[in-house]
């Protein structure tokens, strides 16, 4: 009899310590948000590009070690949205308040919108579509602000952007998620690791990259939003 629990045992373990992984997820938002705090930005992302790791696995190793059945008293989807809420909304937002991108009362007042939006964004039970598509922008904004910092537009242009990213969210069009979307699949995860390489690149130079870095990570961001256009397209 012991040795026929065994098994169930370890499957127990294995997916609660996904469960455990995930979380660790809001273990790095709090030093990202400690260094935005602190107007180390540079760290502040290198935190937030971990989150982002730990965010594109744990789906995996959750789906591996069927979560839902050997760990179904915690509820993996609430607990990602938790830590995504974190480390794609508060922390960007808190580091774009605390930067010299724009006005200390623009920042703030577009930060409370940024956030109302995005809490109302993340309870849409329409969230995605049956293909594994967001509807509309995805409330990526600790890839948004990244950018911001890395190309330092005029601050009416940023405000701008992040007021027209905050209307994107209810509008109808849609977003991949470079992971899970079938169309190019392929073709989407080595621009997805192309664009953390150039990312990562950035951060390393203290967000003032050279003009390669930068050209990478505004190649490989056109990629993803150039892709929409290819969702229904017969030669994709």
């Known amino acids: 009899m012991a040795s026929e629990k065994q098994p169930v045992r370890v499957a127990k373990a294995a997916g609660f310590s996904v469960h455990v992984f995930t979380a660790s997820g809001g273990a790095v938002a709090v030093l990202a948000l400690y260094a935005a705090i602190e107007r180390q930005f540079a760290i502040s992302f290198a935190w937030l590009g971990l989150a982002l790791f730990i965010d594109g696995i ?43 991108l724009m006005p200390t009362e623009a920042s703030f007042w577009i930060g409370l919108v940024v956030v109302i939006a995005s809490a109302l964004y993340f309870a849409d039970t329409r969230m995605k579509t049956d293909d594994l598509w967001f509807r509309g922008f995805p409330a990526t904004w600790n ?21 027209g990213a905050t209307a994107l969210m209810f509008a109808p069009v849609v977003s991949v998620h470079p992971l899970r979307v079938l169309r190019l699949r392929a073709l989407t995860i080595a621009m997805t690791l192309a664009w953390f390489a150039f990312a990562a690149l950035a951060i390393l130079f203290d967000l003032s990259p050279p003009h390669w870095v930068v050209a990478g990570m505004v190649a490989t ?16």
Do not use: K, M, N, Q
């Not at 789906?59 to 974190?86: M, Q």
């Not at 602000?145 to 952007?161: D, E, T």
């Not at 961001?221 to 994709?236: I, M, N, T, V």
């Open 221 to 236: 961001g056109a990629y993803f939003l150039a892709l929409p256009l290819l969702r229904h397209s017969p030669w994709a």
């Open 58 to 100: 744990d789906g995996t190793l959750a789906r591996a070690a069927r979560v839902h059945e050997t760990a179904a008293t915690i509820d993996g989807v609430v607990l990602d949205l938790v830590i995504d809420f974190l480390t794609y909304v508060v922390v960007p937002v808190v580091a774009l308040w605390r930067s010299d």
């Open 143 to 163: 890839i948004l602000v990244l950018y911001l910092f890395v190309l330092r537009p005029p601050w009416i242009v940023s405000a701008a952007v992040l007021l």
